[in-house]
């Protein structure tokens, strides 16, 4: 009999790569693994080894800009997954988040099992209620819950995160030949970018300090990735979808960006990081996973913990005392940084850390 399990992470596409650990201890022993994503997760999902089949879902209480409760809409999910029939879902989601509305339609659409991490008591909503640390790194913890619905990563796998390949070429010319720099200058939340200025000062600092820099951005930041690039950067605004992303990134010698999607592909791929760490989340939650990282920005910000979208500090000053030199100084940390060193940012550093511990 095939075992099927239904996965469901139902936010941003750096969220959904952060659960490649557990999609792979699901997948080494399930037969087919549904992964249900949100609308900006979907692509994501598609790169994770170990998933068959990406379901898309505008979830009414997890997205960050979500549609209005339709009966219609949750009536033809539910007919779906009981078309189905899963033999059991494992149903991640951020500290902040409930699994319990979800596991509701799912239960209603005949799941006989269903695990998932819950503050709030579950009644007959879930068969496995996982309580964990929420000081782990995020991918640690999403594995905690795949352990604690029986799944375990298959003997050789080390729980970083990591990407389906092989990967796209990348077409543009300007990534033909490996160790360029990429500065990624957006981000989903606008309290995490680093400002714009500031991200046009690294690109010509580090095309002084004899770097290639790539600049990288979505379709709607096109205008964005041109002020950026300027002359002496080359601009890629809009130019890639999210596995060709993951190909640049793969031939980038290091990536800069804040605590966005890129940063956790970057990490998925092997790639370092330069973290541009606003301390509204914290970083050793989100920060890259698994990869030499050099995390700036001032973790002791009055914003730290806030989970705030807008930056509610004047001036936005927890990424403003970061400097162009900061970054190319960070760079050149990384290059000189063994292939084997992770770093786990403590999340009560300063402007500027760097902890690297053996892998």
Known sequence: MTRTVLVARLDNAGDVLLQGPLVRAVAATADRVVFLAGPAGAAAAELLPGVDEVWTWSCPWILGDPPAVDAADLA???????????????????????????????????????????????????????????????????????????FELPAGDDGRLVVRRPLPP?????AAEPGYVVLHPGASVPARAWPAQRCAEAVEALADAGHRVLVTGGPGERELTALVAGTRGVDLGGATSLAEMAALLDGAAAVVVGNTGPAHLAAAVGTPVVSLFAPVVPAGRWAPYGVPTVLLGDQTAACRGTRARECPVPGHPCLTSVTAQDVVAAVGQLRTVEATAVVRPDAAAGKAAEIQVSA
Do not use: K, N
């Open 76 to 150: 033809a999910l539910t007919d779906r997954v009981r078309a189905l029939a899963p033999d059991e879902a494992v149903l991640s989601t951020s500290f902040h988040q409930s699994p319990l509305p979800l596991a509701l339609v799912l239960r209603t659409a005949g799941v006989p099992r269903i695990s998932a991490i819950s503050v709030d008591y579950p009644g007959t909503l879930l068969d496995v209620r996982h309580r964990v640390d929420d000081d782990l790194p995020e991918p640690e913890r999403a594995l905690s819950l795949a352990r604690a619905a029986g």
């Open 170 to 174: 990348v077409a543009h010319p300007a």
